[in-house]
């Protein structure tokens, strides 16, 4: 069954919180305080408590999260991993920290870990102030604009070939881990996908390279976060590219983008170029079971854009627009 899910922080308890369950949506994906995706979002203070990686730790988000009669159904966040992804030294303490995650994760019934392999960057856009219809602002990436900013490392200080031999050490040592705790670990594209970004390789940005992942590394742990405006650059053909993925995707972003992936802008959900409707029929024909959540929305009139992409009225819009699509698919829960 599909779960319409939001990505909620537990630093940041807000009225969303209310408006998402007003909705419909009971199911979220959390972020972990500490981790990773803290380098994307506004400075919060970090919580003080038990390690927010361990078992004390995911339960107090998950409480939280119940006393709004929310779910955590995903994590979208891990401790901080570079060193693992560039076979660092410090990589050794940060994979035991993500295995303590995972089997805390399975311990409480949270069955889907969404991670990337960015390493030293994430999600990296351009112009986050993009003029859309009615004056809404999206988010856009020109790789001419990137390529005017200094690179983030020297050349040749990271290397594809480094990545993927981190990728390969860490599923060869962490997919066990995952298959023993029920929990699918789901790698997310690199975004955008393109072989660099400010002197960063970026391996996770192509079909075959998920083809390679998937067939170096069998098991049912090894999934995929199907971010559909990242495989919509990759791809003129996302629904046939959803039919050949979809036994291995655990979670779904459903978003759309205009445009290449050397120039792109994020769309609002009915004005995309891609059938999402047809994209949803899959899902629900195929019986994907698991959570999916908008992305990357526009900041609507009267909205700060503190946040671009994760603003509130964009978000209720897409909500609105995805349970629509699930109920005309035949998928309502």
Known sequence: MIHLSELLDPGLPSDLWKLVKQCGVDDVVALLDGGEQQRSWPQRAASTGPEPWSSAGLQRVIAQFAEHELRVIAFEDTPPMDGVRLGLPQGKEQLRRIHEQIRAMGELGVGVLCYNWMALSG?????????????????????????????????????????????????????????????????????????SVRGIPRIVSSLDSYRRILADHPSPSNCITFCQGNFRLMTPDLPQTIREFL?????????????????????????????????????????????????????MYGESDERPGYTTLGRLFALGYIRGLQHGSGGKP
């Open 123 to 195: 999600w990296a856009r351009t112009d986050v102030r993009v003029p859309d219809r009615g004056g809404a602002l999206v988010t856009g990436f020109r790789l001419a604009d990137a390529e005017q900013e200094p690179p983030l490392v020297a050349p040749g200080e990271v290397t594809a070939e480094q990545l993927w031999d981190g990728l390969h050490a860490f599923l060869e040592a962490t997919l066990p881990v995952a298959e023993e705790a029920g929990v699918k670990l789901s790698l997310h594209p690199d975004d955008p996908p393109l072989p």
């Open 247 to 299: 036994p291995h995707i655990a979670f779904v972003h459903l978003r759309d983008v205009r445009g290449s992936a050397e120039d792109f802008v994020e769309t609002f959900h009915d004005a995309g170029p891609t059938d999402l409707a047809e994209c949803m029929r899959i899902y629900v024909e195929g019986g994907f079971d698991g959570p999916m959540r908008p992305d990357h929305v526009p900041t």
